[in-house]
């Protein structure tokens, strides 16, 4: 009998792991936990509406209060997208940086470039023709 690995694990080491998976970039705890805390602003912004609508005895003032948990929520969530925005700019410019580098690759000892097949010209006077 041979051991399977458990469903959702691949056998690539941790860092890959958490390189491959879309949900763990920079600004996507802040965005998460701006999503929740948005949530629970809304939940309690329709409590404390609800007895406006139902005739009943207002909610206290602290109420009120929890329910700008939805803003507080939605500028956490907008930080971790510029967030975001900033790793991704910062990561596109240092691979467009990296790329536009010039590359000078080193000569053989010949003086032959190390590109096959292209001898130098020494190289080429003193090989024999047929």
Do not use: N, W
């Not at 109420?63 to 500028?75: D, I």
């Not at 907008?78 to 990296?98: D, E, K, N, W, Y």
């Not at 010949?110 to 130098?120: I, L, N, Q």
């Amino acid at each position: 009998m041979t051991a399977t690995p458990a469903s959702g694990t691949t056998g690539a080491p941790a860092s890959e792991a958490a390189a491959a998976d879309p949900g763990s970039g920079p600004g996507d705890g802040l965005v998460r936990a701006g999503g929740i805390v948005f949530l629970i602003g809304a939940v309690a912004t329709l409590v404390t509406v609800a007895p406006l609508f139902l005739h009943t005895k207002p909610f206290p003032t602290v109420a009120y209060l929890v329910c700008m948990l939805m803003a507080v929520g939605f500028v956490l969530a907008a930080a971790g997208v510029l967030r975001s925005i900033g790793a991704q700019r910062r990561q596109a410019t240092s691979f467009s940086a990296s790329v536009s580098a010039p590359v000078s690759a080193p000569l053989s000892a010949s003086g032959a470039s190390p590109e096959a097949g292209v001898p130098s010209e020494a190289e080429a006077s003193a090989a024999p023709r047929a």
